[in-house]
């Protein structure tokens, strides 16, 4: 058919495709805002940056209620969301906000720097907000640049913005301020370039990270009464030091949330644990049950099929349902469309009753 017949959602859809990879290519936008690397493919949601694969894995660990990871290419994005994205000004304006202050004796990380430094640097710009200029209008930086020279906030040369900075009004300041590529090659990594570091739990977000898996919460079936004679349940994903969480549907047993979701997979691979709860707006989410899945039989049949030729669907692997283990039916991983995947029902365990179907995904590691 010509495009004349197109229906209106396609050409929503491409005219969404189109704004967001305006917004990908723009100036600021082409290198990543906390290391510089180009063309990067994930964004924070909620902060508006454009980031790499490698940021992204820290981004994720410092948790949702600070940033949220999507997909530039993986994820589905609305007109709302590319809305939401364009207002917040991309890396360039953020950098400038978020890096006003960035002292002379602190480096920017390189796309070549190591996940230590990386995760030091993300944290005390997004977390700690160390590099900020104070929201009141007539306060100044705490921190004092290097001499006689500008700061630059931009992720290259060709796309910075400089502050050119007044060095007696910030030594005026500071009587008044505290000073404050695919599956292959990503999981062949060489243990020696796995560095996690063992100084300190707040920088849990070192850690290498070998591939990513996205979770589909389909629905849940019968799940436990928490509110008189209803629930209002959300399901929260963990894996290692990360978390995400589904939203709220409200006055529902049998919630259909159908959402993806992802996170970054570690080099030595936790169990994906599953929480579901019951929103209370004046008191303690109660508890709807839990279970863990272990994702490493998924990860595996990836790396097999990256080394292998085939292409056809095809069944790898069933996990069948039994006493021993908590699957309601057989949990099947399959390649399909060049994707590996495996459907999961699993039955929530400390709880009085409750199932939970999901579907999981390998993607490939790619800048």
């Known amino acids: ?14 005219g969404t495709h189109k704004r967001l990879s305006n917004l990908m290519h723009q100036a600021g936008n082409r290198y990543c805002a906390d290391c510089g690397t180009p063309e990067p493919k994930w964004v924070s949601s909620s902060l508006g940056v454009f980031i790499c694969i490698k940021c992204s894995g820290i981004h994720r660990s410092l948790g949702v209620h600070i940033s949220k990871i999507a997909s530039l290419k993986l994820d589905q994005w609305s007109d709302e969301q590319v809305d939401a994205l364009e207002k917040l000004g991309g890396n360039t304006f953020l950098n400038k906000k978020y890096e006003a202050c960035l002292p002379s004796n602190i480096k920017k990380p390189k796309p070549h720097t190591s996940i230590e430094e990386r995760s030091e640097y993300i944290r005390k710009k997004y977390e700690e907000l160390q590099f900020m200029m104070e929201s009141d209008e007539n306060s100044l930086c705490p921190f004092v640049p290097s001499q006689g020279r500008s700061v630059s906030l931009g992720p290259s040369s060709s796309s910075c913005y400089t502050y050119h900075i007044d060095n007696k009004k910030y030594e005026k300041a500071l009587t008044r301020h505290h000073i404050g590529h695919a599956f292959r090659k990503s999981w062949t990594r060489k243990d020696s370039e796995h560095k996690c570091s063992k100084k300190s739990t707040s920088l849990a977000g070192m850690v290498e990270f070998v591939g990513l898996i996205k979770v589909n919460v389909r629905k849940g079936t019968h799940l436990a009464i928490r ?12 894996l290692g030091h990360q978390s995400v969480k589904t939203r709220v549907i409200r006055n529902n047993l049998n919630p259909v949330w159908n959402e993806s979701l992802m996170l970054s997979i570690p080099e030595n691979i936790p169990p994906l644990k599953v929480l579901v709860y019951d929103k209370d707006t004046f008191s303690t989410d109660d508890f709807m049950g839990e279970a863990e899945i272990d994702i490493q039989p998924l990860v595996l049949a990836a790396i097999a099929y990256e080394k292998s030729t085939a292409n056809e669907s095809v069944q790898l692997e069933k996990f069948v349902e039994s006493r021993d283990n908590t699957l309601v039916r057989d949990g099947v991983i399959s390649l399909e469309d060049g994707k590996i995947k495996q459907e999961i029902s699993v039955r929530l365990q400390n709880v009085e009753r409750g199932v939970l179907e999901i579907e999981l995904e390998c993607v490939p590691l790619i800048q």
């Open 1 to 14: 058919m010509s495009s004349k017949h197109e229906s209106p959602d396609k050409k929503d859809v491409s």
């Open 227 to 238: 509110d008189v004679v209803t629930s209002d349940p959300y399901v929260i994903l963990s």
